[in-house]
């Protein structure tokens, strides 16, 4: 069986699973994937490389690899590889959807962590696939995105809404950039749609088909003056203990000076270097790129008092001011909570049955109190 529980390390409640008679870290679920069947799917863990690298662990000959996979189905085939902490699904096939558990281990460590994989039959409007907003009126760029494990054969071609003819490149308001970037000149809400990189790629001298799909919508109202993209307001940012947060603040300028905007980032209405993360966090200088700037709020290390915490981007020239507000959630933060509820639960225990014992004193001592005290009064 396996069992979870919580030890505490330092300042952080660190979760645990018994696999068998090791106890492993419990690396929070990594972000669902979503394919198409037929393709070359590379699954990778970025939230073990992350805790791998904060812990600072030695991977070497020592260490073990080891996935389980639930499928939902219950037929198996070849196919499926393990090579340097990712799966390769050659081709992916729609049995391959489930989740994928792995363990890895050596003599002096053990982490262990899940993704969810959906590979569908064929592509259509009601597949999950990542989402891109943009306005109306400016140039708009895509990225064909995980391309670098790949030995590519070719650049993308790019096509819209699952149609067989792709995009006229070149031609009108698309160009491609730097081979895996599409630019749509002067975007507009016609331009609404599902766009897909498609290449054939090499791996083990067998050419496979690669595609990624982005989900484009536009937003009707042009500006002449400048707007957060990124964070949205109300949103959450979510990571797990011990990591290493960075968090872009995105403004579109418009047709306003870069260079005569501010942005700025604020800790629980605090600017960064006074509030209480001030030790640990710092925000990088003004980045500018054609009417798009940049300013990030890098947490060297998310404690678990960080769970909660406000985060709030301004944006402010001399035509008007801007606020949105985003929040640091932590996978971990319930559990933790359970069991730190659960230690003041006994807590409260000892002090009941103490007090309780209290109440039992004999009965003459009880009323010499009691008459000391309305004699006092």
């Known amino acids: 069986g396996v069992t979870s529980f919580q030890r505490k390390s330092g300042q952080n ?76 699904l050659l081709p992916s096939h729609p049995s391959d959807s489930g989740t994928y558990t792995y363990i890895f281990r050596s003599d002096t460590f053990c982490l262990t962590g899940s993704i969810t994989v959906m590979i569908y039959e064929e592509e259509e409007p009601n597949i999950t696939v990542m989402p891109y907003t943009a306005r109306a009126g400016e140039d708009t760029d895509i990225v064909c995105p995980h391309l670098k494990y790949f030995k ?5 071609k790019w096509y819209k809404d699952f149609q067989s003819t792709a995009l006229p490149i070149g031609k009108g308001q698309y160009t491609v950039e730097r081979g895996i970037i599409l630019a749509i000149k002067n975007i507009s809400v016609k331009d609404e749609g599902f766009y897909t990189c ?12 690669v595609s990624r ?86 947490i060297l290390e998310l404690l678990e008092e960080d769970n909660g915490t406000e985060l709030k981007c301004v944006c402010q020239n001399e035509v008007q001011k801007q606020e949105v507000v985003t929040q640091i959630k932590l996978e971990d933060s319930e559990s933790v909570w359970l069991v730190g509820a659960a230690a003041s639960s006994c807590f409260m225990l000892v002090v009941c049955v103490f007090a309780y014992h209290l109440c039992q004193r004999p009965q003459k001592p009880r009323d010499y109190v009691l008459a000391r005290q309305d004699s006092t009064m």
């Open 213 to 298: 799909t982005w989900r484009v919508q536009v937003s009707a109202s042009s500006h002449s003056f400048a707007y957060i993209v990124f964070p949205a307001n109300g949103s959450f940012i979510e990571s797990h203990l011990g990591a290493r947060l960075v968090i872009q603040c995105m403004v579109s300028v418009g047709n306003q000076l870069a260079q005569s905007t501010d942005v700025t980032w604020m800790v629980n209405d605090q600017s960064v270097e006074n509030s209480y993360l001030g030790g640990r966090a710092f925000q990088t200088d003004k980045s500018i790129s054609g009417k798009h700037l940049e300013v990030q709020l890098v």
């Open 13 to 88: 409640e660190v979760a645990l699973v018994v696999v068998g008679s090791d106890s492993c870290v419990l690396v929070g679920p990594e972000i669902p994937d979503y394919r198409v069947q037929g393709e070359a799917v590379i699954i990778r863990f970025p939230f073990l490389e992350d805790a791998i690298n904060y812990r600072r662990l030695r991977v070497d000959s020592s260490s073990s690899f080891h996935v389980r996979h639930s499928s939902l189905r219950s037929e198996r085939r070849d196919g499926v590889m393990l090579t340097e902490r990712r799966i390769l």
């Open 198 to 209: 498609r290449l054939s790629v090499i791996f083990n001298n067998t050419q496979y088909n």
């Open 152 to 156: 590519r054969s070719e650049n993308p």
